[in-house]
């Protein structure tokens, strides 16, 4: 389904009956990356999936999207299809996009869960690194999308899931320069949402891969120990609904119980 908002097009996907979910995918990602869960996350819910700025068939909104302006473009299709409150998951990227949508909705969220994601913002050697990787990019988009993907994977997970592996892949390979660009300057420029985690009165819950390139989980344990935020640890890397299924969708099926 197509939503028209601030001239340009959102994509979203609207499925099953029931208690709300939001899906929100991350970098290089877009909306197809839940569909081997969607049979599971249908029968007894409404599923929401939605194609943030740059990605899958929703358009670029300028050359930065901050998290910001992606959870402008999610409260836009939340309000048109009148929904009033959901639990929503956000897989890394998407993460940090649904921190910025609590921020602005508190109220709205019955469970917020950050899916190999984080509430912290980037230090100064990821900072750098993006900014690099912006200008690599303008002349060498594909080989440079193969390699950030790549290493989102461990070695033994892109022979054991290689199907899964090389269609994620295509799919990456489909964002547009200009989304690669505004989406990395956008999370380079991201804030610490630590407080607003914090203060949310919904279920909050953060999903870690043990072996996950990208993300601190010793800082993240520490920091969380004793709050009302929940963690659980699965036993590989970054991509949880791929190399984790089962225990990602058990996981989720407990969270919105």
């Keep these: 389904m197509i939503l028209e908002h601030k001239g340009i097009e959102i994509f979203y996907s609207d499925h099953g009956r029931g208690t709300a979910i939001i899906l929100l995918h991350g970098f290089l990602e877009n909306s197809t990356m839940w569909n081997t869960v969607l049979p599971v996350l249908t029968k007894k819910n409404r599923v929401i999936c939605i194609d943030l700025l740059g ?38 990227m998407g993460g940090y996009v649904a921190l910025s949508f609590a921020e602005r909705n508190p109220n709205k969220l019955k469970g917020l869960c950050l899916m190999n994601s984080t509430y912290k913002a980037d230090d100064n050697a ?16 594909e080989n440079m ?20 592996f090389k269609a994620a892949l295509n799919e990456a390979l489909k964002t547009p320069v200009q989304g690669y660009i505004a989406c990395q300057e956008g999370m380079r420029i991201r804030s610490n949402k630590f407080k607003i985690l914090l203060s949310l009165g919904c ?14 989980k010793e800082n993240l344990l520490i920091e969380t120990k ?32």
Excluded: W
């Design 55 to 92: 990605h899958g068939k929703t358009n670029c909104l300028g050359y930065i999207h901050s998290m910001k302006l992606m959870a402008e473009a999610v409260e836009a299709v939340l309000k048109h299809v009148k929904l009033r409150k959901y639990y929503m998951i956000g897989h890394s």
């Design 126 to 141: 990821r900072k750098a690194l993006r900014s690099r990787a912006n200008k690599m990019v303008q002349t060498n988009f």
């Design 145 to 164: 999308v193969k390699m950030s993907f790549s290493n989102l994977f461990s070695e033994s997970s892109k022979t054991l899931y290689k199907l899964k």
């Design 203 to 216: 279920k909050k819950l953060i999903i870690i891969g043990e072996k996950d390139p990208v993300i601190d």
């Design 226 to 257: 004793g709050t009302t935020i929940k963690t659980v640890i699965f036993s590989e890397g970054h991509m949880s609904h791929i190399e984790n299924e089962a225990e990602f969708l058990h996981s989720i099926m407990h969270f919105i119980e």
